[in-house]
């Protein structure tokens, strides 16, 4: 699905990506865990292709397309997909209006036919009611005076909406309680599939004992130090990343 | 005849005054952004009348010639009764000023206040080529709107002035509308009884090597409101000048605006609201979206007398610049002589947030789209102010139009 071949990432001139290697199978969920400033963010901007974040060496490959030269759009349209850590608050933008727009450009690009207004609805309100999103909300303009819960299960309803083959899901567990947690890991859960792939960037485990991974992986100093299966997350749970990121020097 | 004596001799007087300074320029406080003697160094000759097939074929061109309207049609300058379609009703009358100025208009006619010296009205009725003096009654409420049509072609100056009086209680919607022309000068009277209002929509494209200057000086009354909007577009140069005096309490004004500008357009919108009695509300929200090397400006000016307690003021002007060679300018000031006062004000300007563009594109959708969307995001906070129908749609239609040309998408 995807793979992650020595890739070398700078931002403004500044190395924050330093050889950083990753197969993604079909189906398979990983997390990648680390330390503020590790990189994680910076990794999941660079795969939606954010303009900025420079590529120095090595490559990616989604679905063995060399992703080098596509845009963000372009990213989408083949099935890539980023829940962001902050969603942007868009005053102007209804988000009904949004959904729609971003919906049919992506079928648009692939050479599907466009929803009409009424399948799109049909749609939208099947799966908003599993978030607990109300119509109200989706009237709204986009993100704008969401709640932090309100942001991440619209990010869920798009990525449900859009259905893509692989997600990276950027601290999605950051700025909600409990309940919201499990509200948005169930959206995740139902999602699975042996067809789709998962990249789940956290800094807590808490997001793990909802979304569990197949495979662990801490991210230190722009690098992988250390893969392991889900009770790897438990340890750095457990341990801390200091005595991980030593232990694995 | 007296009244046709009278507007002899206030044309004289405005002329002496327009004298004194001729064309404005930048050295003048309220010109500083936009220097009009250096565009046009001496006032053109006045324009030649133009042919009625050439105007009538103008005038069928207009964005607003398929929106019922009584409509009052200027080319260059000239009221053109012919190529008009009034429909006189007793509560509405519509005079030629070149047939001289009626008994009712005389007490208002080159009497309305500007609350700054205003030289482009004294050279607009200096140089008066046409005017209308328009009277709607007492509770009178016209439902078709009143449009303004002026075409303009060639070469030469056109100078034209109107004078709108609604009385207590009337009710009325203007469409002003402005096409070519190398120099177009009006101005307009309004004086708003009390608890009278006016819906006013002004559209002026302009194109490269076209220059119209626009004032507009309002008196309004006790309850009475005015809710202006005005869309400039295009690479020439305009400068729209609003000038509100409230004399009565519980008066109103929301005046609105959108530029789009590309080429070396320039798009000036210049206010000031007096605020010298009690109570009153100044509500001003202008929006420039700049392409190719144009230039936005807002400066508005708030004054507020002593004694004006409870006035509400709200300015905003934003620019989004839509090159890196355009440019944009916002003076918002505010004068307050008067301690129980709400008055705030606010300007910005800058480029598409990176954060949202990438957002969008993220989520699947092109960059030209993306940046089509908040643009017009942008204005959805300005735009979301013009009324239902017609006019309005054609305005929103015509933004939408504009952006393409600014390079705005």
């Given at each position: 699905m995807l793979t992650i071949d020595d890739i070398h990432v700078a931002v403004n001139g500044k190395e924050i990506i330093k050889g950083l290697t990753l197969e993604i199978r079909p189906g398979e969920t990983h997390a990648v865990m680390g330390p503020n400033g590790s990189g994680k963010s910076t990794l999941s901007y660079f795969l939606a292709g954010?303009?900025?974040?420079?590529?120095?060496a090595g490559r990616v490959l989604f679905r063995g397309e060399?992703?080098?030269?596509?845009?963000p759009d372009q990213r989408v349209a083949r099935g890539m997909f980023l829940a962001m850590q902050y969603p942007v608050e868009i005053p102007g933008v209804a988000t009904m209006t949004f959904l729609r727009t971003a919906l049919n450009a992506q079928r648009r690009a692939r050479g599907e036919k466009e929803l009409d207004a009424s399948s799109f609805l049909k749609l939208v309100r099947k799966h908003a009611a599993e978030l607990n999103i109300s119509d109200d909300m989706l009237k709204r303009?986009?993100?704008?005076?969401?709640s932090g819960g309100e942001k991440k299960r619209l990010e869920i309803l798009q990525m449900t909406l859009f259905a893509p083959l692989f997600a990276v899901l950027d601290?999605?567990?950051?700025?909600?309680?409990i309940d919201a947690l499990k509200l948005v890991a169930d959206g995740v859960n139902r999602l699975k599939s042996p067809e789709r792939s998962l990249l789940v960037i956290t800094h807590y485990q808490r997001l793990l004992s909802h979304i569990v991974p197949d495979h662990v992986h801490v991210l230190a100093g722009g690098r992988i130090v250390k893969s392991g299966g889900k009770e790897l997350a438990l340890e750095l749970e457990a341990r801390g990343y200091d005595h991980i990121i030593k232990a694995a020097a | 005849m007296g009244a046709a004596m009278a507007i002899d001799g206030l044309k004289a007087d405005a002329a002496t005054r327009a004298a004194i300074h001729g064309v404005p320029h930048r050295r003048m406080e309220d010109w500083r952004y936009s220097d009009l003697r250096r565009l046009v160094p001496e006032l053109p000759q006045a324009a030649e009348a133009l042919v009625a097939d050439q105007a009538q074929a103008l005038v069928a061109q207009d964005?607003?010639?398929?929106?019922a309207a009584i409509r009052l049609v200027f080319a260059n300058g000239r009221f053109v009764p012919a190529l008009s379609a009034l429909s006189p009703a007793p509560a509405l009358q519509i005079a030629d000023l070149g047939q001289g100025l009626p008994d009712w208009a005389v007490p208002h006619f080159g009497q309305v206040k500007h609350p700054v010296h205003a030289p482009m009205a004294d050279m607009a009725l200096a140089g008066m080529m046409g005017g209308v003096a328009i009277r709607i009654s007492h509770n009178?409420?016209?439902?078709a709107p009143l449009h303004l049509c002026f075409v303009n072609a060639g070469e030469g100056a056109c100078h034209a002035r109107v004078l709108i009086v609604l009385e207590t209680n009337a009710h009325a919607t203007l469409i002003e509308s402005h096409s070519g022309g190398r120099f177009c000068n009006m101005a307009t009277e309004l004086v708003l009884g009390a608890n009278a209002t006016l819906t006013q929509l002004r559209h002026a494209p302009m194109a490269a090597g076209e220059t119209s200057v626009h004032t507009l000086s309002a008196a309004i009354h006790a309850g009475a409101a005015l809710n202006q909007f005005v869309m400039a577009e295009g690479a020439g140069f305009a400068r729209h000048e609003t000038g509100l005096s409230f004399f009565g309490r519980s008066a109103r004004a929301q005046l609105s605006g959108v530029s789009v500008l590309s080429g070396e357009g320039h798009a000036d919108m210049t206010t000031i609201a007096d605020h010298?009695?009690?109570?009153c509300t100044s509500d001003q929200m202008f929006k420039a979206v700049a392409g190719g090397k144009s230039r936005a400006i807002y400066q508005g000016r708030v004054i507020v007398r002593p004694?004006?307690?409870?006035t509400d003021s709200r300015q905003l002007a934003k620019a989004l610049l839509a090159s890196p060679h355009a440019e944009a300018d916002a003076k918002p000031e505010l004068e307050i002589h008067a301690d129980d006062v709400t008055c705030s004000h606010g300007a910005a300007v800058g480029d598409l947030d990176a954060d949202a563009l990438f957002y969008l594109m993220a989520r699947g959708i092109p960059v030209a789209q993306a940046r089509t969307m908040l643009t017009e995001a942008f204005l959805a906070e300005v735009t979301s102010r013009l009324p239902e129908g017609a006019a309005a749609d054609i305005i929103r239609a015509r933004i939408s139009a504009a952006l393409v040309d600014a390079g705005a998408p």
């Open positions: 954010r303009e900025g974040y420079e590529l120095t060399d992703v080098a030269g596509l845009s303009p986009l993100n704008a005076g969401f601290e999605t567990d950051s700025g909600l309680d | 964005a607003f010639a398929g929106v009178y409420r016209l439902e010298a009695v009690r109570q004694g004006a307690d409870g």
